[in-house]
């Protein structure tokens, strides 16, 4: 287990590295000049300023030092929790936008990915044990898989939001209501989730149906079901086996799958204007926002891989053989 | 990645054992192929899934020949709906839809084959050379596939088309990717293990050919059908992470794309005016063409997998 542990730091210590490297190297092979840019922005004629207001910003944001020393500070910066300065809401630190943003991404996201795969699972399961459940399940799960996040997004807000007015189809609360912990803002806030969750649900859905269908028909057929069956053990219990040991790959296929789900769930925000990480990434990209947008997506790639360890525990709690130091698991 | 990796990944990947376990030296042979398709033209799953993306692919290719409009030409009246002139309507400026959505199928096939390609090539190289060649090379390379499988790859492309401008289909299935043959390496070395050990390939190396020869000539035809069924859900992958990107606004400028497409809809308020005509046709397209390929995908199986044939 320690061995199988072990293994996994390592691995996401790299990719952590290889995340934060990217993430700082990117923004420097870019053609034209941040800096230059801000400038421009602030419309003055006279050279004098415009030199000490890009000394300024040179400053501020460490330009003037050399590569290797950029790279550092980037690194001294990221562990002191300073991922910059906005420029988009100059001089609030990206940080700040970015830990208010959060909560609402991750309260879409938490649901519907584990929502999505209990129920998923559960109808997959369903689905391998009748033929009737299997021709219905498996085409619906194979299209609603194929469908791109945002169009199930925008559907649902066209259905349920325009045409029937069911619920509201933008922002993360009413924009008369001020933030607070009262009964109509929290209703309301409830109100504003629905949509971006449910479409994240439905889309995540149909991939862990047809997995566990798979996987159900495949241990089926393996030596043990057969025994069992031979010895006249219970459909039931061969099946619950069965499922047993189809939870693995499920549960290793989850940590695969964040990354998907983290992209569904930007551009879903994206569609509802929903004020999460999604809402922060655009507002970057179309202004321009270029420490906003690193930093955003920098919190989330710790975010994933503080999940992916997470799930890695799980998997250990789950599968005895990674405990006793068989290869459980495909480290 | 975006809906990259395909969902039925777990599922595939267990299989892995049951579908190499016929491996023969040198692979399939002519008959095997005649085979292949006599199974393949019966499954109903097969033909079905087959036909929607051929008639979408023909569409996509010939469709603008036959148009009178440029995709962002103001051709009509702004938003009107379906009607014998514009088959599926206009956008709010009195664009064709019909005509973006077929330029836009271009883009999805082109962003669909090329980052299948890109993604294919590298994982089965790594694959390949990683389960053939073992000790060190494969513990480098296996970390590397595992360093790249959990970086959100979405997230890297996001930051490098924001940041370098990729502003081309090509270029942009290139990025895609590179960002995506992970969970192919990991297959493609699992089988390449489980084949190794065989016979065949012991008496290839002690003919004295090179790793390259044994990999192509021995080791990749046995895995031909699982190869094949890779590439189709990379090539379904690659589509669904171009429309996201595209849609957030970081995708091509010098072309039309149905994410595209699916982006000016909303930004335009389409939703609110009821456009339906404008952002229902893009998604449905890339829904079918995607699910479709996966549907195949399950024929494709029962095609190559005896086992798994319906009697």
């Known amino acids: 287990m320690r061995g199988y542990l072990a293994r996994k730091t390592l691995v996401y210590g790299l990719t952590f590295?290889?995340?934060?490297?990217?993430?700082?190297?990117?923004?420097?092979?870019?053609?034209?000049?941040?800096?230059?840019?801000?400038?421009?922005?602030?419309?003055?004629?006279?050279?004098?300023?415009?030199?000490?207001?890009?000394?300024?910003?040179?400053?501020t944001f460490g330009l003037d030092l050399p590569v290797w020393q950029q790279y550092l500070n980037y690194w001294a910066a990221l562990f002191r929790g300073d991922l910059g300065t906005s420029v988009w809401l100059f001089p609030t630190p990206v940080s700040q936008v970015v830990l208010e943003a959060v909560p609402y991404t991750l309260g879409i996201m938490i649901p519907a990915i584990v929502l999505s795969f209990v129920v998923g699972n559960t109808v997959g399961a369903m689905a391998a044990r009748s033929r009737w459940l299997d021709n219905v399940?498996?085409?619906?799960?194979?299209?609603?898989?194929?469908?791109?996040?945002?169009?199930?997004?925008?559907?649902?807000?066209?259905?349920?939001?325009?045409?029937?007015?069911?619920?509201p189809v933008a922002g993360g609360y009413d924009f008369g209501l001020v933030p607070q912990w009262s009964w109509t803002f929290v209703a309301d806030l409830l109100h504003h989730w629905v949509l971006p969750f449910l479409s994240l649900f439905l889309v995540a859905l149909g991939g862990w149906a047809i997995g566990m269908r798979n996987l159900i028909i495949y241990e089926l057929e393996s030596d043990y079901a057969n025994y069992l069956s031979a010895l006249g053990a219970p459909r039931r219990l061969v099946r619950r086996y069965a499922f047993r040991n189809a939870m693995l790959p499920q549960i290793t296929g989850l940590a695969l799958q964040l990354g998907t789900v983290l992209g569904g769930a930007l551009v879903t925000e994206i569609v509802f204007g929903y004020p999460g990480l999604g809402k922060l990434?655009?507002?970057?990209?179309?202004?321009?926002?270029?420490?906003?947008?690193?930093?955003?997506?920098?919190?989330?790639?710790?975010?994933?891989?503080?999940?992916?360890?997470?799930?890695?525990?799980?998997?250990?709690?789950?599968?005895?053989?990674?405990?006793?130091?068989?290869t459980g698991a495909t480290a | 990645m975006t809906a990259t990796q395909p969902t039925t990944g777990p599922g595939t990947e267990t299989a892995d054992q049951a579908s190499v376990a016929g491996a023969t030296p040198g692979g399939r042979a002519g008959g095997d192929l005649r085979e292949t398709l006599y199974f393949a033209l019966r499954n109903p799953k097969v033909l079905v899934g087959g036909v929607v993306v051929l008639g979408f692919l023909v569409l996509g290719l010939v469709g603008p020949g036959f148009l009178r409009y440029a995709p962002m030409d103001y051709a009509g009246p702004p938003m009107a709906p379906p009607s014998a002139d514009f088959p599926l309507g206009t956008t709010t400026f009195g664009q064709d839809v019909f005509?973006?959505?077929?330029?836009?199928?271009?883009?999805?096939?082109?962003v669909g084959a090329l980052g299948a390609?890109?993604?294919?090539?590298?994982?089965?190289?790594?694959?390949?050379?990683?389960?053939?060649?073992?000790?060190?090379?494969?513990?480098?390379?296996?970390?590397?596939?595992?360093?790249?499988?959990?970086?959100?790859?979405?997230?890297?492309?996001v930051i490098i088309n924001a940041y370098l401008g990729v502003r081309s289909v090509p270029m942009q299935a290139l990025y895609i990717?590179?960002?995506?043959?992970?969970?192919?390496?990991?297959?493609?070395?699992?089988?390449?293990?489980?084949?190794?050990?065989?016979?065949f390939i012991d008496l290839a190396r002690l003919s004295g050919v090179g790793?390259?020869?044994?990999?192509?000539?021995?080791?990749?035809?046995?895995?031909?059908?699982?190869?094949?069924?890779?590439?189709?859900l990379l090539f379904g992958g690659s589509i669904l992470t171009a429309a996201s990107l595209d849609f957030i606004g970081l995708g091509p400028t010098n072309a039309m794309s149905l994410g595209l497409m699916m982006n000016q809809a909303v930004q335009w308020s389409a939703l609110h005016l009821g456009l339906w005509w404008w952002f229902v046709p893009p998604g449905l397209g890339i829904t079918l063409v995607v699910g479709s390929l996966y549907i195949m995908n399950v024929g494709l199986d029962e095609v190559f997998n005896p086992k798994l044939r319906e009697t």
């Open chain 1, 17 to 59: 590295v290889a995340a934060v490297t990217l993430n700082w190297l990117i923004p420097r092979l870019m053609p034209g000049d941040p800096v230059q840019r801000m400038v421009a922005r602030a419309a003055v004629q006279h050279p004098e300023t415009i030199a000490s207001m890009a000394a300024y910003y040179e400053r």
């Open chain 1, 137 to 167: 399940a498996l085409p619906v799960g194979y299209l609603i898989t194929a469908m791109p996040y945002m169009w199930l997004a925008i559907l649902l807000a066209w259905g349920l939001g325009v045409a029937l007015g069911w619920f």
């Open chain 1, 281 to 326: 990434v655009l507002s970057a990209i179309q202004n321009q926002d270029f420490f906003l947008l690193q930093g955003t997506l920098l919190f989330v790639v710790i975010g994933v891989l503080v999940a992916n360890f997470v799930i890695d525990i799980v998997y250990v709690l789950v599968d005895p053989r990674t405990r006793t130091g068989l």
């Open chain 2, 99 to 110: 005509a973006q959505f077929v330029a836009g199928l271009r883009s999805t096939f082109l």
């Open chain 2, 117 to 157: 390609a890109v993604a294919g090539v590298i994982g089965m190289t790594i694959g390949f050379v990683a389960g053939y060649r073992g000790g060190l090379i494969d513990e480098l390379l296996n970390m590397l596939t595992n360093v790249v499988l959990v970086i959100p790859g979405f997230v890297v492309l």
């Open chain 2, 177 to 199: 990717g590179v960002f995506s043959w992970p969970w192919v390496a990991r297959a493609v070395r699992s089988q390449t293990l489980s084949l190794r050990s065989r016979d």
């Open chain 2, 211 to 232: 790793v390259s020869t044994i990999l192509r000539r021995e080791v990749a035809p046995n895995m031909y059908s699982y190869l094949f069924m890779t590439f189709v």
